[in-house]
């Protein structure tokens, strides 16, 4: 090991030998062990070290561990709420104790703090706007990149029009502060049970013509999946009062019935076909999981969030044998801790030991770039080096 920074040894001109536990271009699979050679500031060449050795003799090597790969993207947060302390609570706890109970540190400032947090870690961002005027602070910047998605809520059918109009309104205004290589709107209906069946359909069906990437969360909580069977339970005998009407089959215009889920719910609708990226899908049954993969949607998942607020555990290996494109997402630092995708990456792997650390790498860099509809990275010969590819710099 050495004491040189990484800046100073690509300025040096005898090329060095990055060495990983880990390595990931963007192109093809994640690989372990792996290596970059960088000469004059540039890749020379990737691949596993007894190879790079072998064609590179001179090269000094640093063995600098973990992984070699493009920043991970955080694919699901909530940036105004990254001033926010970090608690670990039951669901139904959390809510209260933490987002309600913290609520004045919520919006613009806190945004523009996680924003700063993501910037510096050149990580790009899904984030779910609450406040349009986030969308003001954050769509002209240009140290990031992502969709930031505009929530809407509404859980009575007659708001549905009046929501939707000012949805509309809101996007229109927004869109001519979004610029060729940066920030893109995007629309997110918050929930299955928050926003009724006309306003998902309206929204929906508006973000498929005009093109807008959009976010729902669906199967948080297990009490999803019995409000579904059962039109009753904890996440409805939680809901404001006054805001929702009186009976849950109001907001979803059918009946309950044991066999419908938040998923096979959505398909129905028609708003699955719409290709909207699910975030958590954490409570779902095998048919769940098909009609998502029959639909073509992706899912982000959110590991620490899911563990921290006894959510349950994503079935990822099952999801992935369906052929599904999973992402990482923090959430927000209230329930996730941090905004570093390497920090829900490391969980990821410690929670699904069983899984390829591979395929969890790969999911963070190549399938959060494709959930935000972002250019793949890459690290390849001939292009520059940039000293974010090393998740842990050298000792
Ligand atoms: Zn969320």
Redesign the pocket.
């Known amino acids: 090991m050495t004491s040189s920074s990484p800046a100073d040894l690509s300025a040096d001109h005898s090329p060095v030998l990055y060495t990983a536990d880990f390595l990931f271009t963007g192109m093809g699979g994640a690989q372990s062990p792996g290596g970059v050679v960088v000469s004059r500031g540039t890749v020379a060449a990737t691949g596993h070290p007894d190879l790079l050795r072998q064609n590179y003799p001179q090269a000094q090597e640093i063995a600098v561990g973990g992984v070699i790969a493009p920043p991970p993207v955080n694919a699901?947060t909530?940036l105004d709420m990254s001033a926010y302390g970090f608690q670990a609570l039951p669901y139904f706890r959390w809510i209260p104790e933490v987002v309600v109970a913290q609520k004045e540190l919520r919006g613009v400032t806190a945004a523009q703090i996680g924003a700063d947090t993501l910037a510096a870690l050149r990580q790009p961002v899904g984030d779910?706007v609450w406040d349009p005027a986030v969308l003001e602070a954050l769509l002209p910047r240009e140290d990031l990149s992502g969709v930031l998605y505009l929530e809407v809520l509404g859980p009575k059918p007659e708001q549905a029009q009046e929501r939707f109009g000012r949805l509309r309104e809101e996007i229109d205004r927004y869109r001519r502060l979004e610029r060729p290589s940066g920030l893109r709107l995007g629309v997110s209906p918050h929930a299955t049970y928050t926003v009724s069946a006309p306003l998902l359909r309206l929204v929906s069906d508006y973000a498929a013509g005009e093109g807008l990437p959009m976010q729902i969360?669906v199967a948080e909580h297990p009490s999803e999946l019995e409000l579904f069977a059962t039109g009753a339970g904890p996440l409805w005998e939680h809901r404001i009062p006054g805001l929702s009407p009186e009976n849950f089959a109001e907001v979803i215009g059918r009946v309950p019935e044991p066999d419908l889920t938040p998923v096979r719910y959505l398909d129905e609708l028609g708003v699955l076909h719409r290709r909207p990226t699910l975030?958590h899908m954490v409570n779902v049954t095998d048919e769940d999981i098909v009609r998502v993969a029959q639909a073509g949607c992706a899912v982000v998942t959110c590991p620490r969030s899911n563990q921290h607020l006894e959510c349950g555990r994503f079935r990822w290996s099952d999801f992935a044998a369906a052929g599904i494109e999973i992402a990482l997402g923090t959430?927000?630092v209230a329930s996730g801790e941090t905004l570093d995708a390497r920090d829900e990456l490391a969980f990821a792997q410690a929670l699904y030991p069983q899984m390829d650390p591979r395929l969890l790498l790969r999911a963070a860099v190549k399938g959060g770039a494709r959930v935000l509809g972002l250019k793949v990275p890459t690290i390849r010969r001939g292009e520059p080096w940039r000293k974010e590819y090393l998740w842990s710099g050298p000792a």
């Open positions: 699901h909530h779910i969360h975030v959430d927000s």
